[in-house]
């Protein structure tokens, strides 16, 4: 299916910093807890990730990383996810995440 360029505008990836991580044993399945800081107009938004196969949460904190802040909030077992982190999904579900190759500031948009 292809979209239009307006529609794809829509979608808000912005470049956050991530500056809590913790484990979530609340999840289905093996996930962490972080809470992500995208910059002065957006601010710190919590969500959850399935990456504990591929980092541990020192490999994770102050890590820059992509995600979509413009869906609707999401509740996950016990917290609402106000962000979706984004990355590749290789074998078995190990999850690479996205992000820069060089440190930028906090909330910029990708597109």
């Given at each position: ?11 808000e ?26 910059g002065?107009?957006i ?14 949460k020192e490999d994770?904190?102050n ?10 909030k999401?509740q ?25 190759d060089?440190k ?6 990708v597109?």
């Open positions: 299916m292809k979209i239009s360029w307006k529609d794809f505008e829509k979608v990836m912005r470049i956050g910093t991530i500056v809590e991580v913790s484990d979530f044993p609340e999840a289905r399945n093996p996930a962490y807890k972080m809470r992500i800081d995208f002065t107009k601010g710190f938004r919590k969500t959850s990730a399935q990456i504990t196969k591929r980092y541990s994770l904190l890590k820059q990383i992509v995600a979509v802040v413009n869906f609707p999401k996950i077992a016990n917290i609402m996810s106000e962000c979706l982190v984004l990355g590749v999904v290789g074998e078995a579900n190990d999850i690479v995440l996205l992000n820069t060089a930028v500031e906090n909330g910029l948009r597109g």
